[in-house]
């Protein structure tokens, strides 16, 4: 849909606000307009689409003009007119960002009320109830995560950018070896080296450990022994003493057995994730996944039998060949071994994976609607409660990605990533640091992201550490 500034150049603003309302692209035209009078500043915005035209506006009084809520009025201008198009209010209103949940944290953090946190949400963005609640639960999460923290605290990924072999959703910058594992030891060498310059940083800085969690990729496409040397080369790098969670993401079960599982927990790590996405054998065909569902109540019991209480299982809602009673199953089958976390995607098109040009036995907007009312109603029934959440782009519906958990059981490293509360230091290819600086203000730092590129690059990936921790 072709978008008009008249008055402004708040584009990002409006633009992402239209993608997450007409997410297809339609033939259409759009006008956003700002005017500046004595007393307020009015937003309007005007619509065009399948021969339909509808304008709403907001206004601002001018002496109250800041840039939050200056493209706050243009957004509401903008959903308000869309609304009158649309065949049904969305889920998250006028909210475009991929943290909602800020939003509502902030407001708590400053005294704010659940209640008073529900009324924001309904009042300014139109949220509906049910996901005014979503948000509102997993910022009182947020507040006690932030309880956890002290003020010199960093927590800390490294990342694993290898796979067996490639899922047709999954768009990550990651290498499926196969059984081409020459990338392996090099990786390792280039890891340990950024892993070792990080820990002296850190010691020399004052930051402590908080967090430490191992994702990918896949980690555990790593043999035992290369697990073993990575997990050693992290012990005797890091101080744990101030760590309160280590989470290694186990991911598929066809690269889990007994002995690698034992190890991992033997090293102090004590949450693990195993991540069916779902328990339909076809479904699991159909996503280029090589195990069944089988493989994943076996790995899930070789983990609880190696001593892991905190183990994370993932779902994706609209996954291709699924439907409703497909994940209805899925879901209770997880439900029922009762694991610490149970996190809900919703299915996410992203360009670089073989679905987002394929797109066939996609779930129907309504159908994943269901899935994810299914999931919600569920779980809370069962005694869940969301803890973390994020949106997308070219997510199916507009819809979130939740982690539910058991009480006092929520992964602090998702909810201080997610709501950036303070520094991540990312190690290895692929990753992205996120640095909480003196002035309040947020800086991003990449890794290189390819393996190949990351192992070349090596020495600026740790010059660029020294820089990093030179600005906290």
Same mark, same amino acid.
């Given at each position: 849909?072709?978008l ?11 633009e *992402? /606000? ?34 339909k035209?509808? $304008? ?5 009084k ?6 939050r ?9 903008? %959903? ?28 708590? /953090? ?10 924001? @949400?309904?009042d300014? %963005? #139109? =949220? ?5 609640k979503? $948000?509102?639960d997993?910022?009182l999460?947020? =507040?006690n995560?932030?309880? &956890? @923290?002290?003020?010199?605290d ?5 990342g694993?950018p290898?796979?067996?072999?490639r899922?047709? %959703? ?13 990338l392996?030891?090099?990786?390792l ?6 892993? *070792?310059?990080?820990? !002296? ?15 990918g990729g ?7 022994? *290369?697990?073993?040397?990575? +997990? ?13 969670? #280590? ?13 690698? +599982? &034992? ?17 339909e ?6 996503c ?6 089988d493989?994943?109540v &076996? ?8 001593g892991?209480a905190?183990?994370? @299982?993932?779902?994706i ?13 899925? +879901?209770?089958?997880v439900?029922?071994?009762n694991?610490?976390?149970?996190? =809900?995607h ?8 073989d ?6 036995g996609?779930?129907?907007?309504? !159908?994943? $609607? &269901?899935?994810?009312?299914?999931a919600n109603r569920t779980?809370?029934?069962?005694g869940?409660?969301? %803890? ?6 070219? @997510?199916?519906?507009?819809?979130e990605?939740v ?14 990533m ?15 640091n996120k ?10 730092f990449?890794?290189?992201? #390819?393996?190949?590129?990351y ?8 010059? *660029? ?8």
């Amino acid at each position: 849909m072709n978008l008009t500034l008249i008055g402004h150049d708040d584009r990002y603003a409006v633009e *992402q /606000l239209q993608m997450a309302l007409f997410p297809d692209n339609p033939e259409g035209q759009a006008e956003s307009a700002l005017h500046r009078g004595g007393t307020y500043l009015t937003a309007t915005a005007r619509i065009t689409l399948n021969g339909k035209t509808a $304008a709403a506006s907001r206004r601002l009084k001018a002496a109250e003009e800041t840039v939050r809520l200056r493209r706050r009025v243009l957004q509401q201008s903008y %959903y308000l007119a869309a609304l009158q198009l649309l065949p049904k209010a969305p889920a998250w209103g006028a909210l475009a960002g991929v943290r909602p949940t800020k939003i509502t944290t902030k407001h708590l /953090l400053e005294g704010g009320t659940p209640e008073s946190a529900e009324k924001l @949400m309904k009042d300014v %963005y #139109f =949220v509906s109830e049910d996901r005014r609640k979503l $948000a509102v639960d997993c910022s009182l999460s947020t =507040v006690n995560a932030v309880k &956890r @923290m002290e003020p010199e605290d960093i927590s800390v990924y490294v990342g694993i950018p290898f796979c067996p072999t490639r899922c047709t %959703y999954c768009s990550f910058v990651s290498r499926t070896i196969g059984r081409k594992t020459e990338l392996l030891e090099p990786y390792l060498a280039a890891l340990e080296r950024e892993i *070792q310059v990080t820990a !002296e940083l850190m010691k020399h800085s004052g930051r402590h450990l908080r967090t430490l969690y191992i994702g990918g990729g896949t980690p555990t496409t790593l043999s035992t022994a *290369q697990m073993i040397r990575l +997990l050693d080369t992290l012990r005797e790098s890091f101080d744990f003493d101030r760590c309160i969670e #280590f989470t290694v993401e186990g991911g598929r079960p066809d690269t889990l057995d007994v002995e690698k +599982l &034992r190890a991992i927990r033997a090293h102090g790590a004590d949450r693990m994730s195993i991540n069916p996405q779902t328990m339909e054998d076809p479904v699991l065909r159909a996503c280029g996944r090589p195990h069944k569902a089988d493989d994943v109540v &076996r790995a899930y019991q070789e983990a609880v039998d190696a001593g892991f209480a905190a183990i994370n @299982m993932d779902l994706i809602a609209g996954l291709p060949q699924d439907d409703f009673d497909g994940f209805r199953r899925s +879901l209770d089958a997880v439900a029922a071994l009762n694991p610490a976390n149970i996190t =809900v995607h919703t299915l996410a098109l992203k360009k670089g994976a073989d679905l987002f040009e394929k797109r066939e036995g996609l779930s129907t907007a309504e !159908e994943v $609607a &269901r899935m994810v009312d299914y999931a919600n109603r569920t779980l809370r029934s069962l005694g869940y409660k969301p %803890y973390y959440l994020y949106r997308q782009k070219y @997510m199916s519906g507009s819809f979130e990605n939740v982690g539910w958990s058991r009480d006092g059981l929520d992964c602090l490293y998702n909810i201080y990533m997610m709501e950036e509360l303070h520094t991540i230091v990312s190690l290895g290819g692929g990753g992205m640091n996120k640095v909480n600086l003196p002035d309040g203000t947020l800086r991003r730092f990449h890794n290189p992201k #390819f393996p190949e590129q990351y192992i070349e690059m090596i020495d600026s990936v740790c010059k *660029q550490k020294e820089e990093l921790f030179a600005l906290m």
